[in-house]
């Protein structure tokens, strides 16, 4: 019989006014007790609703069943068989959105935590019998791969294990991607992210950092000088859009990419590290997606005595996990929801004092499908704040389209993909990930990797 | 790990570092820049590349002990290494239709012009440097400016070594005197490219000057560099680093680039700590 409990297994979590004091992770994972007895909520549905959900197919009900027996070796076996960063996924994944959004159980009551559940049994493999991979047969055909992110390690990870001689290349000076210097270390611990990437290391992936892909060697250098047979490009989201509103430009306006990179990949919070960070006693952040609860509560975490969170549409319309947008309340972040700031204002110095906002009510649905925000008139107000983070998302970089004949890109700047394969618009050349879907997921840029990985595989088979 | 091969104190806060670094080196022109880290801990750093071999593969920057990160680096020794080396970033300076050319250094910008001066010298162009600096101690660069120069104008604030007054002086005699530049490269701090700028703007002369702003990647992701210029926001790190010199706001850059101005104070103490663990541990 099926655990009936209509309420999630509830997992271990700091306490909100602790960890938002700390760097430490924030969610402790389920004992191997608790992830029996959630797992014991699934019916095992036939038709597998939940499978559909999931960007890289992973086969739900069959792993948590295993998890159901206590054969966590076995659950990890076969969520292994179509997801490679299981502890990273079950950590980061929109799985309310995904999944879980389509967990019978879900309809009345809570649905299966398939995400805690995936975390579980990544984290007790881990634990328990971590074994390195071996180095797989070499069939002595070489693919590069362009930046170290979600797309990066997945492709990698795949070309390896089919026998490639795969090359990372890596702008910054710490492998990892935006799992790195973007999503902070309380959500994903940056050791995870470490030990995927020695795995490639063992299975023989060569990863070198400092190489900044358009300048330092274009993508022909590559295929013609260098020997490679097939390149995958998954450099991900790039420049940073800002508001155009007056007083981005003072001295405490930060880009969230900036001011994430400070505190994750430059450890700002340590002080052993010499990353300088605005000492800030009041924070907006403006925006609503997981980036901007990051940065909200990375500011919080940073010593700021008062942070906001300043989106323009409704918490219903924010983009971000739901989780987040919870932990955020709890760590005592504050919403002001409907309001569009307007100006940032100077404190004389050239420094932030305050940001003015507008308040906004919903109107009709936009092209998203989301109901857009419409300014009420003379609502100004001003909140007082030292820092103002923007996060409102990003434009894709322009160093390898700029630098490369034959790439197409759309409208927005995103390279241009064969849906079926991830080809590029140059033969053996491929892409997925943010470059090509803009801002996204963790997953999808991952089961994009995963999906250019096979195509290249059968590329090179017949080449 | 990049490896120093070959060291010079240029004067007393200058010092020159020549780097092993073939992939950047196979790479670099004459206005891009590369972003250092000296450890685990350090920052990193943008610098204009100064000069670069491609058949030794190796890279060459100036630079002036400001911080605690160009500290650090300046207690590097030949033969130590530095964690990272990354470049070359940012577009090269673009010389077409450079026939004629007045190039203005400040200071440790010296470094950075010369390479300017170098490539268009070499592309046939005339060069007429003009060299601003304080007083005679902090000098740099004097032979090579004149080898790669038709004519070399020494400026100091003091008069102690050339002709006493700023870049901008000898820059306005010249242009009032009838030279015809295609163009002026101005490279300092940044009152100094805001004058020069300034200078030449009811001339109409064609101004480029090389911005040194707060960086992380250097290949934009973080938006730490951006400017504004002719209205619009621009990243030094992609963009640029060279702009039309009558277009930019240079109070902005200046406002913006104070903004650890404090934290510098404050690393710098930390610094000698730093260093007297540094030698300690070397001791042990």
Redesign the interface.
Same mark, same amino acid.
Request: with cysteine.
């Given at each position: 019989m099926p655990n009936m409990s209509l309420e999630k297994m509830k997992m271990p979590e700091q306490a909100p006014d602790i960890r938002n004091k700390n760097f430490e992770e924030v969610a402790l994972g389920y004992t191997a007790e608790m992830a029996m007895e959630e797992a014991s909520r699934c019916l095992n549905c036939k038709h597998k609703p939940c499978v559909n959900g999931c960007p890289v197919n992973v086969r739900i009900p069959e792993f948590v069943a295993q998890v159901a027996k206590g054969d966590f070796m076995e659950a990890y076996r076969i969520i292994t068989s179509t997801n490679a960063l299981p502890a990273v996924c079950g950590r980061v994944c929109p799985q309310e959105s995904q999944c879980e959004a389509q967990c019978v159980r879900g309809i009345k009551g809570e649905a299966v935590a398939i995400g805690r559940l995936e975390r579980f049994v990544a984290d007790w493999y881990m634990k328990n019998c971590d074994e390195m991979p071996e180095k797989p047969e070499q069939n002595g055909k070489k693919v590069a791969v362009i930046g170290s992110g979600p797309s990066s390690l997945a492709c990698a990870g795949d070309l390896a294990k089919a026998g490639y001689a795969v090359t990372m290349f890596e702008a910054f000076h710490t492998a990892g991607g935006v799992l790195v210097y973007g999503i902070p270390e309380f959500r994903l611990p940056k050791a995870i992210v470490q030990k995927e990437i020695d795995k490639l290391s063992t299975m023989g992936v060569e990863v070198m950092t400092n190489m900044v892909i358009g300048k330092v060697l274009s993508i022909d250098e590559i295929i013609d000088d260098m020997g490679f047979d097939a390149v995958f490009i998954g450099t991900g989201a790039g420049l940073p859009s800002f508001m155009h509103i007056p007083g981005e430009a003072l001295v405490g306006v930060y880009s969230a990419n900036e001011y994430l990179t400070r505190i994750n990949l430059m450890k700002a919070y340590i002080s052993d590290y010499d990353t300088p960070l605005r000492k800030s006693k009041a924070v907006a952040v403006v925006g609503g997606g997981n980036v901007a609860m990051d940065a909200a509560r990375c500011a919080k975490r940073m010593g700021a005595e008062k942070v906001y969170i300043v989106y323009r549409r409704s918490e219903k319309e924010m983009p971000a996990r739901l989780e987040e947008i919870h932990h955020a309340k709890e760590e005592g972040i504050e919403f002001h929801l409907l309001r569009n700031p307007v100006k940032i204002l100077d404190d004389g110095n050239g420094q932030v004092c305050g940001i003015e906002c507008l308040k906004m009510e919903l109107g009709e649905p936009d092209a998203s499908g989301r109901r857009s925000p419409v300014p009420v008139e003379g609502s100004n107000y001003v909140i007082d704040v030292d820092t103002v983070v923007m996060s409102i998302g990003t434009s894709p970089n322009p160093l390898i389209r700029s630098t490369t004949k034959g790439l197409e890109t759309n409208r927005k700047g995103c390279l241009v993909v064969n849906e079926e394969t991830n080809q590029t618009t140059r033969e053996g050349v491929y892409a997925g990930g943010d470059a090509v879907t803009g801002a996204a997921t963790v997953i999808l840029a991952m089961g994009a990797g995963k999906k250019a990985a096979a195509a290249i595989d059968k590329y090179l088979q017949t080449k | 790990m990049f490896r120093i091969v070959n060291k010079k104190e240029l004067n007393s806060a200058v010092t020159l570092l020549e780097i092993e670094a073939p992939?950047?080196a196979?790479?670099a022109q004459a206005g891009q820049f590369i972003i250092f880290?000296v450890d685990e801990?350090?920052?990193?750093v943008p610098l204009t590349i100064a000069d670069y071999d491609r058949e030794k593969g190796t890279v060459t920057i100036i630079f002036q002990k400001v911080g605690?990160?160009t500290n650090l680096l300046a207690a590097k020794e030949v033969g130590e290494s530095i964690?990272?080396?990354? +470049?070359?970033?940012g577009i090269a300076t673009e010389y077409e239709g450079i026939k004629k050319v007045a190039v203005v250094g400040g200071g440790v910008g010296c470094a950075i012009a010369y390479p300017q001066a170098k490539a268009l010298h070499k592309l046939g162009a005339q060069v007429d440097v003009i060299a601003g600096f304080r007083n005679k101690d902090i000098v740099i660069l004097e032979d090579e400016m004149k080898a790669v120069s038709d004519n070399y104008y020494l400026m100091t604030d003091d008069g102690t070594a050339g002709e006493k007054g700023f870049v901008t002086d000898k820059l306005k005699e010249l242009i009032e005197a009838g030279n015809q530049y295609d163009a002026v490269i101005a490279i300092g701090p940044i009152p100094m490219m805001k004058f020069v700028s300034l200078t030449t703007k009811p001339y109409g002369i064609k101004t480029i000057v090389s911005l040194n702003p707060i960086m992380?990647? +250097?290949? +934009?992701?973080? +938006?730490?560099c951006?400017v504004?210029v002719g209205g619009e926001?621009r990243?030094a790190c992609?963009d640029g680093p060279d702009f039309d010199g009558h277009l930019v706001?240079f109070d902005?850059l200046m406002?913006?680039n104070?903004?650890?101005k404090e934290?510098?104070a404050q690393?710098k103490e930390s610094h000698v700590c730093r260093m007297e663990k540094l030698a300690h541990d070397l001791i042990q």
């Amino acid at each position: 019989m099926p655990n009936m409990s209509l309420e999630k297994m509830k997992m271990p979590e700091q306490a909100p006014d602790i960890r938002n004091k700390n760097f430490e992770e924030v969610a402790l994972g389920y004992t191997a007790e608790m992830a029996m007895e959630e797992a014991s909520r699934c019916l095992n549905c036939k038709h597998k609703p939940c499978v559909n959900g999931c960007p890289v197919n992973v086969r739900i009900p069959e792993f948590v069943a295993q998890v159901a027996k206590g054969d966590f070796m076995e659950a990890y076996r076969i969520i292994t068989s179509t997801n490679a960063l299981p502890a990273v996924c079950g950590r980061v994944c929109p799985q309310e959105s995904q999944c879980e959004a389509q967990c019978v159980r879900g309809i009345k009551g809570e649905a299966v935590a398939i995400g805690r559940l995936e975390r579980f049994v990544a984290d007790w493999y881990m634990k328990n019998c971590d074994e390195m991979p071996e180095k797989p047969e070499q069939n002595g055909k070489k693919v590069a791969v362009i930046g170290s992110g979600p797309s990066s390690l997945a492709c990698a990870g795949d070309l390896a294990k089919a026998g490639y001689a795969v090359t990372m290349f890596e702008a910054f000076h710490t492998a990892g991607g935006v799992l790195v210097y973007g999503i902070p270390e309380f959500r994903l611990p940056k050791a995870i992210v470490q030990k995927e990437i020695d795995k490639l290391s063992t299975m023989g992936v060569e990863v070198m950092t400092n190489m900044v892909i358009g300048k330092v060697l274009s993508i022909d250098e590559i295929i013609d000088d260098m020997g490679f047979d097939a390149v995958f490009i998954g450099t991900g989201a790039g420049l940073p859009s800002f508001m155009h509103i007056p007083g981005e430009a003072l001295v405490g306006v930060y880009s969230a990419n900036e001011y994430l990179t400070r505190i994750n990949l430059m450890k700002a919070y340590i002080s052993d590290y010499d990353t300088p960070l605005r000492k800030s006693k009041a924070v907006a952040v403006v925006g609503g997606g997981n980036v901007a609860m990051d940065a909200a509560r990375c500011a919080k975490r940073m010593g700021a005595e008062k942070v906001y969170i300043v989106y323009r549409r409704s918490e219903k319309e924010m983009p971000a996990r739901l989780e987040e947008i919870h932990h955020a309340k709890e760590e005592g972040i504050e919403f002001h929801l409907l309001r569009n700031p307007v100006k940032i204002l100077d404190d004389g110095n050239g420094q932030v004092c305050g940001i003015e906002c507008l308040k906004m009510e919903l109107g009709e649905p936009d092209a998203s499908g989301r109901r857009s925000p419409v300014p009420v008139e003379g609502s100004n107000y001003v909140i007082d704040v030292d820092t103002v983070v923007m996060s409102i998302g990003t434009s894709p970089n322009p160093l390898i389209r700029s630098t490369t004949k034959g790439l197409e890109t759309n409208r927005k700047g995103c390279l241009v993909v064969n849906e079926e394969t991830n080809q590029t618009t140059r033969e053996g050349v491929y892409a997925g990930g943010d470059a090509v879907t803009g801002a996204a997921t963790v997953i999808l840029a991952m089961g994009a990797g995963k999906k250019a990985a096979a195509a290249i595989d059968k590329y090179l088979q017949t080449k | 790990m990049f490896r120093i091969v070959n060291k010079k104190e240029l004067n007393s806060a200058v010092t020159l570092l020549e780097i092993e670094a073939p992939f950047v080196a196979k790479k670099a022109q004459a206005g891009q820049f590369i972003i250092f880290r000296v450890d685990e801990f350090s920052e990193r750093v943008p610098l204009t590349i100064a000069d670069y071999d491609r058949e030794k593969g190796t890279v060459t920057i100036i630079f002036q002990k400001v911080g605690l990160s160009t500290n650090l680096l300046a207690a590097k020794e030949v033969g130590e290494s530095i964690r990272d080396f990354v +470049g070359p970033l940012g577009i090269a300076t673009e010389y077409e239709g450079i026939k004629k050319v007045a190039v203005v250094g400040g200071g440790v910008g010296c470094a950075i012009a010369y390479p300017q001066a170098k490539a268009l010298h070499k592309l046939g162009a005339q060069v007429d440097v003009i060299a601003g600096f304080r007083n005679k101690d902090i000098v740099i660069l004097e032979d090579e400016m004149k080898a790669v120069s038709d004519n070399y104008y020494l400026m100091t604030d003091d008069g102690t070594a050339g002709e006493k007054g700023f870049v901008t002086d000898k820059l306005k005699e010249l242009i009032e005197a009838g030279n015809q530049y295609d163009a002026v490269i101005a490279i300092g701090p940044i009152p100094m490219m805001k004058f020069v700028s300034l200078t030449t703007k009811p001339y109409g002369i064609k101004t480029i000057v090389s911005l040194n702003p707060i960086m992380i990647d +250097g290949t +934009g992701m973080c +938006g730490c560099c951006r400017v504004t210029v002719g209205g619009e926001t621009r990243f030094a790190c992609v963009d640029g680093p060279d702009f039309d010199g009558h277009l930019v706001d240079f109070d902005e850059l200046m406002n913006r680039n104070s903004i650890y101005k404090e934290q510098e104070a404050q690393m710098k103490e930390s610094h000698v700590c730093r260093m007297e663990k540094l030698a300690h541990d070397l001791i042990q």
